[in-house]
Structures are given as structure tokens and as C-alpha cells.
């Protein structure tokens, strides 16, 4: 999060054996900006997701971060522009809280490089960002799901990436720390993609959003282009109401 | 905790630039020393120390103890004689006593320490490639590979390369379980961590098998008492001129896997996650698994099939320096090394004149102590996990 980073998903296909997982996805998430990836379960969020940070190479298509392919750069240097936050949590080793986000650093480090002041002022400040200080040496695996997220969420900041991708990670937090979590990302000023179920959550802060089913993106653009009557109940098969909530003005919707 | 509204709006901007800051120049005057190692730094020191006393203390009792007892002035005085070339200390001891120090138990202890270093931390290595506290060497099938490449020696008589004939049979045999093991769990695609510890039991289980019926079938009486050796290990054997090859590999792969103690570190965090954090994870886990095979296959060459030791001591050792392996690494080779030197004196004293193999000493306090870890993992964190 030196600078925010530009990402360009062009042509995206990822397939399980030949099952289709995401077909032909183009996005782009300019400098700064917050997207949000809708959908109901199994409509590919994750698998788009996993094409960024380098875990699943796409059967076409391309990756971009600041213009560059991804597949063509090391899995170092993509860890260096993004970091990602995801649901695996290590907690089969007695890792202290300190030692999870510390990971983070390890794609700025060479071989043998110790830690440096710098490193461990960043590690320093992102714990504390996260709130986390009374936790350092608690080990990690005696965390609650929430205390969890927010170190992964630590982790990842100390990456200093310049595009963040989270998937679902306002799962296992209360309201409040939903709020807190997605108001900081906004503070950060770093380039977000994130998987959001809670629709309201994401017209509330996504400058824009991207709705998926079977694999396919159905619309793309501003909450209330995307989050219409209308196509909640073709893609969720739920009746909806949208209003506007009447204090912030944002897009409220009421499952009827 | 506190509330998210105490925070002042200044620090929490001071912290995002804290944050954002590029690593500073490199500095050519004073190498930097790590801020955060200071965190616990004093502990991890202390501990060391205390594993380096005991090892001191094991190693001086390894060279006292034994079918002639020499007391330990005189067994300093020996060894400080020794490796000064004879220039310090004048004997006054009994020169019997100089050659069975020097021509039997340092080689011994030595070799006793190296096997036990090179358990210890191929364990740690492997537990972190699975992605799991309760695997340790014998999961990969490389143990039982290397006993049955032994047998299939001693029982078709095939010695072919001179008095080494068995050390590399042993190697081979564990290389080639390995091999298999390994193309076992790639079938189909990617190798995981639970495909590779189900390939290395069913490979153990059908090669300790064979080992049996080998034995089994053997016109030669004898044979069964020999193939001991090689299930249950031991360090009888030890010569000088059986030590150069399990000290460079020891060597060698601990300088390798300290250069990647960070990496190790990742695989921690879960296969997803190692990748998001820049690690190319299978290619990075192939590297890893050949070369524990390796240093477990050699060990096994020269000291026979010894259980517990790379399972157990990682556990120990994380619990008390932690799981970050730049720390547990070192700390996991002074612990195997200490152990396996104290389970060889007992294996030697408790029956002497005879000797106990001393894979019945590791697993007979390895065993319980791992059914007590299992419980206490179990209760801490509840059983579903």
C-alpha cells in the first residue's frame, strides 16, 4: 500500500477439470478504488479471486497489476503488489499472533535477511491498526473467528500491498467490526476487490460492484446500476425491496 | 480491548503512514539488528543454552559410561589430549582407557548426536510440508524403504560394493519408497499434504510387511536377529570412518533449510495463504521432501530405523522457543542430538553388558509422550478440530 494499484482482469476462464468455474471475466479496478464481488454461493467469487494473488492460473485470459501479467512475473513479486486475505487459518502450530502477521513481510526479504527495524515498525503498526496489541504473544489457534480475521487483515497490510483482495471477510465479525473493517480498507486508500454477502454492506462502501452467476459477471458498475429489483430476483430468486436508507442515502435492500 | 472511537484520528494516520513507508536505504555502517527478534530474544538464548549444557552433559556421560567405566576427569583429560593432537594434558591415565575413548565412544556419541540432529529437524521440515504436527520421518516411507533395501541384502547375500554395501542399499531402498510415495500422492494432479502422509502409511505398511516375509522366509536363523538392527537401530556400529558421510549431510541440509526458514515458516499458514504471501508452494514442498528423504535416508543407512525422535522433539521445541523455524530449527538439532545421545546411554547401561536397540528406548518414552500430547491437543482444542 505504497501507492494504490491498478488491476485489469481481461478474458478470465478458470475451469475445474470441465467444470466452468468463471467464464470469460473482464474487470478493471482503477487506483484507489473499491469493488465489490457479488453472488450467491457458487457463482465463482472465489475462483475469479484466486486468479489475482496467483493462486489458480486462468485457462485464458489475462491478469494485469500496474499493466503487468501476472503469470509472467514471480509469485515474489506478485506478493510484493498483492496481498490477499482468505478463510485458511493455520491452527495446527502454536504461532503467536506476532508470528502470523510477520509472515507478511516475507516477500520483501531475501534469503537470510533478518528482520529490520523497519519490518518490525510495520508489524508494530499494523497490530495495533487492527487492535490486536493485548493479543501479540497469544498463540494464534486460541483466537476467536473475528480476532482471526483481523490478524489475517494484519498480515496482509504489513505485505504493503497495492491492490488488497479479501474474500468474504466480514465472515465471523459482529456489526460493529463489519464496519470498522470495511471503513478502515476505505481509509487505507489501497485498491480493494473483495467477495461480499451482505449486500447492503457492499452499496454502502463499493464505489462499484460486480455481480456474478454460474461463473459469468451479470451487471458491473455503481450500486444502484447493479442492484436492481429486477435482477436480485433472477439471480438469488428472492424478492426484494431497494430503497434509499433515509440518513446516508445509500442503497438499502429489503428482502420482502 | 478498546473502543474504536478512543483512538485519536491523528495516530490511527501516523500508523497507515508507518504503514505505507518504503524500507529505508540500505545502511553501510552497522548491520541492522532485528527489532522484533528482541521480543523473546532473551528466552530463545536461554533456552539454547540451557539444550547446549545438557548436550555438553550427555556427551561427557557418553564417554564415561559404559562396559568399563571411566571417570570424568579422566574422560576430559582424554579428550582434551585428543583434540589437541596430544599437546595438552600429559597422560596419567590408563592407556586402555584412551582407546576405548577415543576409538569407540566419541565416534559413537558423535554419530549418535548426528543421527539424532538430522531426525530432529528432518521431522520439523516434514511437519511443516504436511501441514502436520503428527507426521514425523517415518510418514514418508522412508524409514521402512531403507530397512527393507537393508534386508533385501543381508537375506539374498548381495554384497556387491564392499563393506558399504548395506549403508547404500539402505539408501537406495529409502529413495525408492520415496519415489513412489511421491508419485502416489501426485496422482491426479496436485500433491496435498494429507495425500502424501495416506501414501507414506500405506507404503511403511506394505514395506514393513515385506521386511517381515523376507525375514520370515530365510534359510539363514540369524537372520532375524540382525534385521533387528535395522527395525529398531542403533549405534553399535559406530567407526570413525562411518561418520563423514552423515556429518556433511547434516551440514548441508541444515545450512539449506535454515536459507529457507522463512519459506518453511509460510507453509504454516496453509497453502493458499503461502502462495498469497509469494511462495511457489509445490515446487518449494518438492524441494523440501527430497531433501528430508535424503538426510532421513542416510540416517537410517547408519543407524538403523530409530521412531519418535523427528516426531516428538519439534513438538518439544516449539513449545519452548515457538514455531518460527529461523529459531526452531537450530534449537530442534541440539534437542534430537541431546536425546538420541541420552537414549543410546540407557540403551547401553540399562542391560549391560548387552545392549537394548535403541529404537526401543525412543519409543518407549516417545510413545507415551506423544499419547499425551494427542489428549492435550485434543482437550485444548476441542475435539472437532
Redesign the interface.
Known amino acids: 500500500m505504497i501507492a494504490p494499484g491498478r488491476l485489469d482482469i481481461e478474458g478470465v476462464s478458470v475451469s475445474a477439470g470441465e467444470a466452468p468455474l468463471v467464464r470469460d471475466v473482464s474487470l478493471v479496478v482503477a487506483p484507489g478504488e473499491m469493488l465489490g464481488v457479488l453472488g450467491p454461493n457458487g457463482a465463482g467469487k472465489s475462483s475469479l479471486l484466486r486468479t489475482i494473488y496467483r493462486m489458480s492460473r486462468p485457462a485464458t485470459g489475462r491478469v494485469l497489476v500496474n499493466g503487468e501479467d501476472i503469470w509472467r512475473r514471480s509469485a515474489t513479486w506478485v506478493a510484493q503488489h498483492v496481498g490477499a486475505v482468505l478463510q485458511d487459518m493455520p491452527a495446527d502450530f502454536p504461532l503467536t499472533v506476532r508470528d502470523v502477521v510477520a509472515m507478511g513481510r516475507s516477500a520483501h526479504k531475501a534469503l537470510l535477511e533478518p528482520d529490520t527495524p523497519h519490518d518490525a515498525a510495520l508489524i508494530a503498526a499494523a497490530i495495533t491498526l487492527q487492535r490486536l496489541d493485548a493479543l501479540e504473544h497469544r498463540p494464534f489457534r486460541t483466537l476467536s473467528g473475528g480476532e482471526r480475521q483481523r490478524v489475517l487483515l494484519a498480515r496482509a497490510l504489513v505485505q504493503q500491498p497495492q491492490v488488497l483482495v479479501l474474500d468474504e471477510p466480514t465472515n465471523h465479525l459482529d456489526i460493529r467490526y463489519q464496519l470498522s473493517l470495511l471503513r478502515f480498507l476505505r481509509e487505507t486508500g489501497v485498491t480493494v476487490i473483495a467477495a461480499l454477502h451482505d449486500l447492503n454492506l457492499a452499496a454502502m462502501f463499493c464505489d462499484r460492484l460486480c455481480l456474478m452467476e454460474g461463473g459469468r459477471v451479470v451487471a458491473q458498475g455503481t450500486p444502484e446500476q447493479v442492484l436492481t429489483e429486477d435482477r436480485i430476483a433472477e439471480v438469488y430468486g428472492i424478492e426484494a425491496l431497494i430503497q434509499r436508507h433515509p440518513r446516508s442515502g445509500t442503497l438499502w435492500v429489503l428482502p420482502a | ?2 473502543d ?1 472511537r478512543s483512538d485519536s484520528a491523528a495516530e ?1 494516520t501516523a ?2 503512514a ?7 536505504a540500505r545502511q553501510t555502517g552497522l548491520p ?6 528482541a ?1 523473546g530474544r532473551g528466552r530463545f538464548l536461554a533456552v539454547t543454552a540451557s539444550i547446549v549444557a545438557l548436550l555438553l552433559a550427555c556427551a561427557l556421560a557418553g564417554l564415561m559410561i559404559g562396559s568399563v567405566s571411566i571417570p570424568a576427569g579422566d574422560a576430559l583429560a582424554i579428550v582434551v589430549h585428543w583434540l589437541s593432537g596430544g599437546a595438552l594434558m600429559t597422560p596419567d591415565w590408563r592407556a586402555a582407557h584412551e582407546i576405548i575413548i577415543v576409538q569407540t565412544r566419541i565416534p559413537r556419541v558423535i554419530l549418535a548426536a548426528v543421527v539424532g540432529a538430522s531426525l530432529g529437524v528432518s521431522g520439523m521440515v516434514i511437519q ?1 510440508i504436511v ?3 503428527l507426521a514425523g520421518p517415518s510418514i514418508l516411507g522412508v524409514s521402512s524403504g531403507a530397512a527393507t533395501g537393508a534386508v533385501v541384502v543381508m537375506r539374498f547375500g548381495l554384497v556387491v560394493l564392499g563393506a558399504f554395501t548395506l549403508h547404500i542399499a539402505a539408501f537406495l531402498g529409502g529413495l525408492a519408497a520415496l519415489t513412489l510415495v511421491f508419485w502416489i500422492a501426485r496422482t491426479g494432479g496436485q500433491m496435498t499434504p494429507t495425500r502424501l502422509v495416506l501414501a507414506g502409511i500405506a507404503m511403511s505398511a506394505v514395506l514393513s510387511a515385506l521386511t517381515s516375509l523376507l525375514v520370515l522366509t530365510s534359510p539363514d536363523p540369524q537372520l532375524a536377529a540382525r534385521v533387528l538392527f535395522w527395525t529398531l537401530g542403533g549405534f553399535g556400529a559406530a567407526q570413525w570412518k562411518l561418520l563423514p558421510i552423515p556429518v556433511i549431510a547434516l551440514a548441508i541440509g541444515l545450512a539449506m533449510m ?3 526458514a ?2 518453511l ?2 507453509l ?6 503461502a ?6 508452494v509445490e515446487r518449494f514442498r518438492r524441494t523440501m521432501f527430497v531433501l528430508t528423504a535424503a538426510l532421513t535416508g542416510i540416517t537410517v543407512a547408519v543407524s538403523g530405523v530409530i521412531g519418535f525422535v523427528g516426531l516428538i522433539m519439534p513438538h518439544i521445541v ?2 519452548m522457543v ?3 523455524h529461523r529459531r526452531a530449527l537450530p534449537a530442534v538439532a541440539l534437542a534430537g542430538a541431546t536425546f538420541t545421545i541420552a537414549a543410546d546411554l540407557v540403551a547401553r547401561s540399562i542391560i549391560s553388558p548387552l545392549e537394548l536397540p535403541v529404537g526401543i528406548v525412543t519409543a518407549l518414552v516417545g510413545g507415551p509422550f506423544f499419547i499425551w500430547l494427542l489428549r492435550r491437543d485434543a482437550r485444548a ?1 476441542g475435539v472437532a ?1
Open positions: 480491548m478498546r474504536a490511527r500508523l497507515l508507518t504503514l505505507r513507508s518504503p524500507p529505508p541492522q539488528t532485528g527489532g522484533s527478534g521480543v511443516a501441514r502436520n504436527p535454515l536459507a529457507q522463512r519459506r515458516n509460510l504454516m499458514a496453509g497453502d493458499e495463504s502462495v498469497a504471501l509469494g511462495l511457489d516449539r513449545l515457538g514455531a518460527d482444542l478440530k
